[in-house]
């Protein structure tokens, strides 16, 4: 009976096993930083020119930024306008020749905001007499005992221009002589008067004659750019390889060589000084011996990522030290255990790690300037750590990327800064991808949307776009652009957003801006064509190039040129419709002969030699048939037309159907056909779309845009001589092949209409199947070692390729 | 002695029956029943019957995400699909290759083995070691010796004879066949061996007293003692046959040369694309193939071994 009752007991704790799984997940406490701003408004006027940098210790801040002026007629600009303006410079010829000058000037103010003081008494080093030149503040630091320091670097130089210079027929550049340079660690007062000094450069200096290494003849330059001050008021600087430590009397103590330390300094939770190590990780500085110490003493947990650090900061409470990469912020506890404790995105502010300050592991301390109003508007801004409640939640959207962009992330905070109701969470799946499988990544958002956790939002980067339509996960963008005003009705570049569409004629992604991937050719060895394909590239390579010429560049190597020519040619080859590849037609030979023509790797000799082998000799001199280029800009059509004296042609890619050129896309962003969000992930896709602070270059998609931006570039350019005429200027030059230089003045009639022909006629979106890429490349390679004819290459590839296409159809 | 008590309570009175049945005993007995079956039914369910049933599902819909009843749409489009009629042709052609020959050769080799030959055990640890070969070694090892300058070709050229990319060729399937033999042979020939093991000696002396020939003990005596044995190996072939697709897998890729891509290949690839609903499609034709494949084999091993005591 007994042992009935134990193998029930048995069962019932194995159906007990099983069912374990299926309970519901406690649901984890959630935090965000929330910021509170405190706008910083001087006196008088703003602080237009920025915050340069801040330094926090307490509850006060300080920081500082640069006030301009022009001095030909006293106006000012910048920061308390009302002031007198002393020009630090001392030239009167600065004023004369209304040259722009700048100073120097601090700041003090409370972390709650309030007490927003100028260090009036403050006054930046001083150039030495005759120089030119200007001073800036490397870094700052306040001392235990509250008091501010700074670091002045000065740099300083003069014309040595010869008695008979004359400014009409000479230019005084050619006479730039550099000046003796200075480095300054000063503190100050409350009012930013100095109250002492200590110039490292001597001291530097000093040393190394100290060391007999000080060679007279030597130009020496110090320069620092961070330094600490400890408990005691021992000052450390790194830097030229000496970890330099200052007494409070300002004597040099200890100079010990190292040189594998970076210069950044920090104090750890148990008031220990530690400097950052080439090697990875912090060394903990001895305070005796003024030396790095070595063994268990010196030994500090290193971060598991320590090559992604990107800065160190000093540690508080229970961390040693925090530390953060571009993406998170970590606190390293003395027990070697490292917690992330920020999420950079989950911070409602633009600033990132480089302009942050961590006061604890509950609040961090930034300064932000708003650049876009009529005045510039800076703030100070504290994140404190704050319990996500149910009634201050938001609803989450997803955005799912490999890359995420740098403008990409602005406008995902931007997003999450100025919206009350959503917030958008980036989920970078590049970070499940390691070295092994660099497809793991991919692998999991496929599960996680099959298994109904679909992102809201897809950064298209990357992604199998034309799989995830044919699945029905993305949505159509064409009712939501058909019914905007600025988007609708041909708002929108008509031959990209053709080729971007589905056979369906369905839009599913579009990008913030594009250039164009193509080809440039010398008219005079192809004439007047569109496109040219395999077999006339290779005609004209054989018959109109002089011996020893390359096809397209001789810096091109084969694999860059297989993934160019392949992406050019995938249309033509692959048939997605009915799934016919046609690879074994023959004409693929002819793009197996081109790649042999390029070699496997680039000698160095090539690029030593770059005025022969460089793209502007060889097309010049007719060794080069084609330049791969991408243009982005009006300007791209100027660098490449002039490798051919402005007589070339954009062809693109040698392509079976004379189409080599493609449009290349920038951040792409598709919608979910899932979400239950579609207006507000719209509303973001659209910003982002149309807002161009979040493109750096290319052109626009957005047609309006493309047309005011090209009309700008058609405006001519002048500047104002001391006479005050207005004098035309070229925005380029070129020397042409009788070396007469060719001066560009503005975007010409002829240049929009070739940009704009090109644009026009491009009908094909860079594509890049990294399937295909690595069947033929693997099957290239065969044919390449010589192993394989190039029928048999051709054969296999359009088996396997065939497969693939089949079984995605 | 179970055959005895089955026949006791077929022939038990109607009424006794039913008092058993709602005896408090029997009441009981069926509890302690089902708390005992509960763990396998619910394992059996969550592992194998519901996911089955969710393959089904998928196989019936437009899409996993957006899931829309299109019917037998899926199979058709699966079976118009050039990709899986290549996948099916080749694991077809593989298995009725690679599975009878497994079969023959094994029984053959536990027939030998079965002799008084010298060296017995050492050739039955012989046949035995590939199993204990990790796959990864084992594809290392095909790939120097069928590679276009490896071993095979090396030999092969001793007499003249060109080399031949034999993993990139028509002759692809050869060599996997040749692999899958050498991979499974040993077991098989284990089974059959214990097998035959258990063949009454009193028949077999009786055969030999009565003069039957070799062959006519080998059809009549012990193959149909065997047949249980036989359709086990056969089973297990199969499965095995499917299970080759890791070996081509790491030899050649998801897109080998057109020969060795079989249905596997084509699951995988489709999965890992997320097209559900052809994977699931193919999963299913495949379970119906299969079971369609076992019951026949039942069929037939019931009408040659019914007669056989066991």
Redesign the interface.
């Known amino acids: 009976m007994n042992k009935r009752w134990i193998a029930l007991l048995l069962a019932g704790l194995t159906v007990l096993s099983l069912l374990a799984g299926c309970g519901k997940p406690e649901e984890e406490e959630q935090y965000e930083y929330v910021p509170t701003y405190y706008e910083l408004n001087p006196e008088t006027g703003s602080f237009e020119n920025g915050i340069n940098a801040h330094i926090i210790r307490g509850d006060v801040m300080y920081f500082y930024t640069y006030e301009y002026t022009t001095a030909a007629d006293g106006a000012r600009t910048g920061v308390a306008a009302a002031e007198v303006f002393i020009d630090v410079l001392g030239t009167d010829a600065a004023e004369e020749d209304g040259e722009t000058t700048s100073r120097l000037v601090l700041y003090r103010v409370n972390l709650d905001g309030t007490g927003l003081t100028r260090l009036s008494d403050y006054q930046q080093t001083p150039l030495d007499e005759g120089m030119e030149g200007y001073v800036s503040i490397n870094s700052m630091q306040i001392d235990s005992q509250g008091h501010l320091w700074v670091l002045e670097q000065k740099e300083q130089y003069y014309y040595d221009l010869p008695d008979d210079f004359d400014p009409e027929t000479d230019d005084q550049w050619n006479y730039y002589t550099e000046g003796e340079g200075g480095c300054l660690l000063r503190r100050l007062s409350d009012t930013g008067a100095e109250e002492f000094s200590v110039d490292l450069q001597a001291l530097y200096l000093e040393q190394l004659k100290k060391d007999g290494e000080y060679n007279p003849d030597q130009h020496y330059y110090f320069w620092a750019y961070s330094f600490l001050v400890d408990n005691n008021g021992y000052t450390l600087v790194y830097s030229m390889e000496r970890l330099m430590v200052i007494s409070p009397q300002g004597e040099l103590v200890s100079a010990a060589t190292y040189n594998n330390l970076s210069e950044q300094l920090i104090t750890l939770s148990d008031g220990r000084v530690a400097v950052q190590s080439w090697e990875g990780g912090l060394k903990v500085v001895d305070p005796t011996t003024w030396t790095l110490q070595e063994g268990e003493d010196g030994a500090l947990p290193r971060p598991e990522n320590y090559n992604y650090v990107n800065q160190y900061y000093n540690g508080s409470g229970d961390y040693l030290y925090f530390y953060a990469s571009s993406s998170s912020l970590y606190g390293m506890k003395a027990d070697g255990t490292s917690e992330r404790l920020v999420d950079w995105l989950e911070c409602d502010v633009e600033n990132d790690y480089y302009a942050m300050s961590v006061l604890s592991a509950d609040r961090l301390a930034t300064v932000t300037t708003d650049w876009n109003d009529a005045q510039t508007k800076c703030s100070l801004v504290l994140l404190n750590r704050t319990l996500v409640t149910p009634e201050n939640r938001r609803t989450e959207l997803t955005l799912a990327t490999f890359n995420l962009s740098w403008n990409l992330r602005r406008a995902v905070k931007a997003f999450n800064r100025n919206n009350t109701e959503y917030r958008i969470r980036v989920k970078d799946y590049a970070e499940y991808s390691t070295d092994d499988n660099y497809e793991a990544g991919l692998q999991k958002l496929s599960t996680e949307i099959i298994s109904g956790d679909v992102p809201d939002i897809l950064a298209c980067d990357d992604l199998p776009i034309r799989q995830y339509a044919a699945k029905g996960l993305l949505a159509d963008l064409t009712p939501y652009i058909e019914a905007d005003e600025m988007l609708g009705n041909g708002g929108l570049v008509k031959s990209l957003t053709d080729a971007c569409r589905s056979e369906d004629g369905e839009l599913f992604y579009v990008a913030s801006k594009f250039s164009i991937h193509t080809a440039l050719a010398d008219k005079k060895v192809v004439g007047d064509i569109t496109g040219l394909t395999p077999e006339e590239a290779l005609d004209f390579y054989q018959n109109r190039l002089q011996p020893d010429a390359s096809l397209t560049g001789f810096t091109f190597n084969r694999e860059s040129l297989m993934i160019d020519l392949l992406s050019a040619n995938l249309e033509h080859y692959v048939n997605w419709e009915t799934g016919e590849c046609t690879f074994d037609s023959g004409s693929f030979a002819n793009l197996l002969e081109i790649l042999k023509l390029a070699p496997e790797e680039i000698d160095d000799e090539i690029y030593n030699s770059w005025d022969i082998y460089g793209p502007e000799a060889a097309m010049r001199d007719g060794r080069q048939l084609l330049n791969s280029c991408v243009i982005s800009d009006w300007y791209d059509l100027l660098y490449t037309l002039s490798y051919v004296a402005g007589d070339g042609i954009y062809v693109g890619m040698p392509d079976e159907d004379r189409q080599g050129s493609c449009f290349e896309l920038y951040n792409p962003l598709a919608m979910s056909s899932k979400t239950k969000h579609k207006d507000t992930v719209w509303a973001f896709i659209r910003e982002f779309l149309t807002n161009e602070e979040y493109s750096d270059w290319g052109f626009s998609m957005v047609q309006s845009r493309l047309e005011a931006n090209l009309e700008e570039a058609r405006k001519h350019q002048y500047y104002e001589d001391a006479n005050g005429n207005h004098i035309e200027y070229p925005v380029f030059t070129y020397f042409d092949s009788t070396g007469q230089q060719v001066d560009i003045y503005c975007l010409t009639d002829e240049l929009y209409d070739t940009l704009m022909g090109l644009i026009n006629n491009t009908s094909r979106v860079y594509d890049y199947d990294n399937s295909i890429m690595s069947i033929v490349k693997s099957e290239v390679d065969n044919f390449l070692k010589g192993s394989s004819s190039a029928q048999d290459v051709a054969a296999m590839i359009q088996n396997k390729v065939s497969l693939y296409v089949n079984e995605n159809r | 002695m179970s055959t005895k008590i089955v026949k006791k309570r077929e022939h038990a009175p109607k009424e006794a029956l039913e008092k058993r049945r709602f005896s408090p005993a029997a009441r009981k007995e069926f509890f302690?029943s089902i708390?005992?079956l509960?763990?396998s039914v619910?394992?059996v369910t969550?592992f194998f019957i519901a996911p089955f049933a969710i393959v089904v599902f998928y196989s019936l819909v437009?899409?996993?995400?957006?899931p829309e009843f299109v019917g037998l749409k899926n199979f058709i489009d699966v079976l118009q699909?050039?990709?899986f009629q290549?996948a099916a042709k080749n694991t077809a052609v593989f298995s009725l290759l690679a599975v009878p020959l497994a079969v023959v050769l094994s029984l053959l080799l536990a027939l030998l083995l079965e002799q008084k030959i010298p060296g017995k055990s050492m050739f039955r640890t012989f046949f035995l070691s590939p199993m204990m070969v990790p796959v990864a070694s084992v594809v290392l090892i095909w790939q120097v010796i069928f590679h276009?300058t490896g071993t095979l070709n090396q030999v092969t050229a001793i007499f003249g004879a060109d080399p031949v990319d034999w993993l990139?060729s028509p002759l692809c399937q050869l060599v996997i066949v040749v692999l899958f033999l050498w991979k499974n042979l040993g077991y098989n020939m284990i089974l059959f061996m214990a097998a035959l093991s258990n063949i009454p000696r009193e028949l077999l002396e009786v055969a030999d007293v009565e003069g039957a020939s070799a062959a006519h003990k080998f059809f009549h005596i012990k193959l149909r003692y065997l047949s249980p044995t036989v359709l086990f190996v056969t089973i297990l072939s199969i499965i095995n046959s499917f299970k080759v697709f890791r070996e081509v897998y790491l030899m050649s890729?998801?897109?080998?040369?057109?020969g060795l891509?079989t249905l596997q290949?084509?699951m995988n690839?489709?999965f890992?694309?997320?097209?559900?609903q052809k994977l699931s499609a193919a999963a299913v034709m495949l379970a119906i193939v299969m079971v369609i494949i076992i019951a026949l084999m039942f069929r037939v091993e019931d009408a040659f071994g019914k007669d056989v005591e066991g």
Do not use: C, I, W
């Not at chain 2, 437009?62 to 957006?66: E, K, M």
């Not at chain 2, 890992?272 to 559900?276: E, G």
């Open positions: 302690q708390a005992f509960t763990p619910l394992g969550m437009s899409s996993p995400v957006d699909n050039s990709a290549t276009e990139r890729g998801a897109y080998p040369y057109d891509y290949h084509f690839n489709t890992k694309s997320l097209n559900y």
